[in-house]
């Protein structure tokens, strides 16, 4: 399975949580950028099984129209955010295969 993982954090990298996470349940390939540009380069030149995208306040928008750079109504979307964003969830929810998880989340959560 190959993910494209989108997070607004300064640093990202392996220790990472989520992509911990994910490598211990099911050894899939990530790529992990950290902002729209790289993502939107990321999805011209490969083929993504799965994407997981970091929303916070400080990219809402950008979230908002990456999705709609990539939405389809095959590939699965992760939206990730440390609280709920009402106008992003009630987005999402008119969505086929997005869903939206508030962290913390555990291994139970993900599998």
Not at 4 to 25: C, P, S, V
Not at 52 to 71: F, G, H, R
Not at 80 to 97: G, Q, R, T
Request: a negative charge.
């Amino acid at each position: 399975m190959k993910i494209l993982h989108i997070d607004n954090e300064e640093i990202i990298n392996k220790e990472n949580e989520l992509n911990f996470i994910l490598n211990n349940l099911m050894s899939p390939v990530i790529k992990s950028v950290s902002d729209t540009e790289s993502a939107i380069f990321q999805i011209k030149y490969n083929k993504f099984d799965l994407f997981i995208i970091n929303i916070s306040t400080n990219n809402q928008l950008d979230a908002i129209k990456l999705v709609d750079y990539i939405y389809d109504d095959f590939t699965p979307i992760i939206f990730i955010s440390p609280f709920l964003i009402l106008d992003v969830a009630n987005k999402i929810k008119s969505m086929k295969n997005a869903i939206y998880l508030v962290k913390p989340f555990h291994n139970f959560t993900l599998e």
